[in-house]
């Protein structure tokens, strides 16, 4: 079974950077989908960003391109996403997930596995 750790989250100011981690510990990670989503408290949880098991692809949500990049290094199980220009409203709950089929990718429904989650926390 997969298990994701996240890593990374903390509290900044309006317009700094974080860099999220998030390590896997089972070898079928190189075959995922792997994804970082997050939830605010009382909102939904959506989709911010996907890469694909190769990284020849990759996809963001209209909110964050630009601003945030998702990559994963394979031989280390370990897929990050690069926060900058961070802003009030990404404040959220992030979470990596897993997921062994490539349709519907920007819903959490898709994914097989699912991390604890980190805390992002912009303040203006």
């Known amino acids: 079974q997969v298990q994701l750790v996240e890593s990374g989250g903390g509290s900044v100011q309006a317009g700094g950077s974080l860099r999220l981690s998030c390590a896997a510990s089972e070898y079928t990670y190189s075959h995922s989908f792997m994804g970082w989503f997050r939830q605010a408290p009382g909102g939904e949880r959506e989709g911010v960003a996907i890469i694909s098991p190769s990284r020849t692809g990759s996809w963001y949500a209209d909110s964050v391109k630009g601003r945030f990049t998702i990559s994963r290094d394979n031989a280390k199980n370990t897929v990050y996403l690069q926060m900058n220009s961070l802003k009030p409203e990404d404040t959220a709950m992030y979470y990596c997930?897993?997921?062994?089929?490539?349709?519907?990718?920007?819903?959490?429904?898709?994914?097989?596995?699912w991390g604890q989650g980190t805390q992002v926390t912009v303040s203006s």
């Open positions: 997930a897993a997921a062994y089929n490539g349709l519907g990718l920007f819903n959490a429904r898709s994914y097989n596995y």
